[in-house]
């Protein structure tokens, strides 16, 4: 079993900034992708933003140059710091992971940016 937790969700004014934390614990003998996905009311889960070993993160073209994923392996912890929030940015934004057991998810965070 692997569970995820995030933290750091809120209500924030656009323009701001917001960090979030997601947490990985249980039975993990590696993870090879870490990411963030976002769904916002009436829109389809999508991918925010990964970071896979030995490559680059990768974005989504909306969240470039604003959000910046990162990860602290001794921790199983990634991290998702968010500035330039937009009201377009608010949903509900889930963690997820690729391990060798399979892809998990967290439970989400809200993320609500006011104008």
């Known amino acids: 079993q692997v569970q995820l937790v995030e933290s750091g969700g809120g209500l924030v004014q656009a323009g701001g900034s917001l960090r979030l934390s997601c947490a990985a614990s249980?039975?993990?003998?590696?993870?090879?992708?870490m990411g963030w996905h976002r769904q916002a009311p009436g829109k389809q889960r999508e991918l925010v933003a990964a970071?896979?070993?030995?490559?680059?993160?990768n974005y989504a073209d909306s969240v470039r140059g604003r959000f910046t994923i990162s990860r602290d392996n001794g921790k199983n912890t990634w991290y998702l710091q968010m500035t330039s929030l937009k009201p377009e940015d608010t949903a509900i934004y889930y963690c997820?992971?690729?391990?060798?057991?399979?892809?998990?998810w967290g439970q989400g965070t809200q993320v609500t940016v006011s104008s």
């Open positions: 997820n992971a690729d391990t060798t057991l399979g892809v998990h």
């Open positions: 970071i896979t070993t030995g490559y680059r993160p």
């Open positions: 249980g039975n993990i003998i590696r993870i090879n992708t």
